[in-house]
């Protein structure tokens, strides 16, 4: 069974300070992570992917097999980047569901 | 415009009641989903679809079901067999089944049950 953990609900930062939010999984075979955001108002989108390896708005986020973490970083916090951020997972290859994790709610504060 | 429409926004329920949340898309993607969202439970798989006349059960398929008979439609029946179905429902598409491929994510409907 896979299972993505996200074990903050609420992570409040100031402007400017850097900012982390954890996501731990479990899953037996190759997994590819995701990160989906929702801001105020907003529906929910796809942040950034792993194997893209890309740089959104700021964030980056690496997979570490050996850790089994996702973590999703950015090193100056934008009052902007208030929102809901989820976790998820899914295994590589067509027909494989996404497992979304609990969840944190990111506030940063002026 | 493009994109994924649900309707209604706000839905209402008395016990007992069945009702059907909808969920429109011209992307022309081919693959459908329903998630309920709670509070700290993140988003949880309800029912998928991969093609027209085709859906599955996700994790939490008991006391839903569903219909795919066109492929930009997939409604969704909260039934009185639902025993908390008070919650918010999204609803996705993606060009392909799979977490591989992007997920578009409707408004959302928000139930409530009385």
């Known amino acids: 069974a896979q299972r993505v953990t996200q074990p903050e609900k609420l992570l409040s930062v100031f402007k400017g300070a850097p900012v982390e939010l954890k996501c731990n999984y479990s899953?037996?075979?190759?997994?590819?992570l995701f990160w989906y955001v929702q801001y105020s108002r907003q529906r929910l989108q796809l942040l950034l992917r792993?194997?893209s390896r890309e740089s959104i708005k700021g964030f980056t986020a690496d997979l570490n097999k050996g850790e089994t973490s996702f973590h999703l970083k950015k090193p100056f916090a934008q009052e902007e980047d208030s929102a809901m951020y989820y976790c998820?997972?899914?295994?590589?290859?067509?027909?494989?569901?996404?497992?979304f994790g609990g969840g944190t709610r990111l506030m940063v504060k002026p | 415009d493009g994109g994924i429409t649900q309707s209604p926004k706000y839905l209402f329920r008395k016990e007992g009641q069945n009702v059907t949340l909808s969920c429109e898309q011209n992307?022309?993607?081919?693959?459908m989903y329903w998630y309920r969202q709670d509070p700290g439970q993140g988003l949880r798989l309800i029912y998928y679809?991969?093609?027209?006349?085709?859906?599955q059960k996700g994790d939490i398929a008991e006391g839903y079901s569903v219909s795919r008979e066109k492929k930009e439609s997939f409604p969704l029946t909260v039934t009185s067999a639902q025993k908390n179905p008070t919650a918010f429902y999204l609803c996705?598409?993606?060009?392909?089944?799979?977490?591989?491929?992007?997920?578009?994510f409707g408004p959302g409907t928000r139930l409530t049950v009385l």
């Open positions: 996705a598409s993606s060009t392909y089944l799979g977490g591989g491929s992007e997920q578009f």
């Open positions: 899953y037996s075979g190759s997994p590819e």
């Open positions: 792993h194997i």
């Open positions: 998820a997972l899914s295994g590589s290859g067509a027909g494989n569901m996404l497992t």
């Open positions: 992307l022309n993607h081919d693959a």
């Open positions: 679809s991969q093609i027209v006349n085709d859906f």
